[in-house]
């Protein structure tokens, strides 16, 4: 079983940028895909960026130019660089790791944007 553990947010002014990291207890290295997640404050969790098989992207159109989702096999863990911040961006995000039939989820990183 991979446990997963988010980091990396926190508060930041609009147009400034972060980096998260999605820290994982075991080997990555049968990882499928990497997605991370947002939840903002009363709306439904929403998708925001994948990174599937290593080499494939996608973006929702939100962010799609802003973030860049990547992993490191060597540091078991995946991150999400995020630059030109939007107070739109502001919620949980949440890095989900999937490994075949089983998919994992970590407890969440919160971001808020504001002046």
């Known amino acids: 079983q991979v446990q997963l553990m988010e980091s990396g947010g926190g508060l930041v002014q609009p147009g400034g940028s972060l980096r998260l990291s999605c820290a994982a207890s075991?080997?990555?290295?049968?990882?499928?895909?990497a997605t991370w997640y947002r939840q903002a404050p009363g709306k439904q969790r929403e998708f925001v960026a994948a990174l599937i098989g290593g080499v494939r992207t996608n973006y929702s159109d939100s962010v799609k130019g802003r973030f860049t989702v990547s992993r490191s096999n060597a540091k078991n863990a995946v991150y999400l660089q995020m630059n030109n911040l939007e107070p739109e961006d502001t919620a949980v995000y949440y890095c989900n790791a999937a490994f075949g039939v089983e998919d994992y989820w970590g407890r969440g990183t919160p971001v808020t944007v504001s002046s």
């Open positions: 075991g080997n990555i290295f049968g990882m499928y895909a």
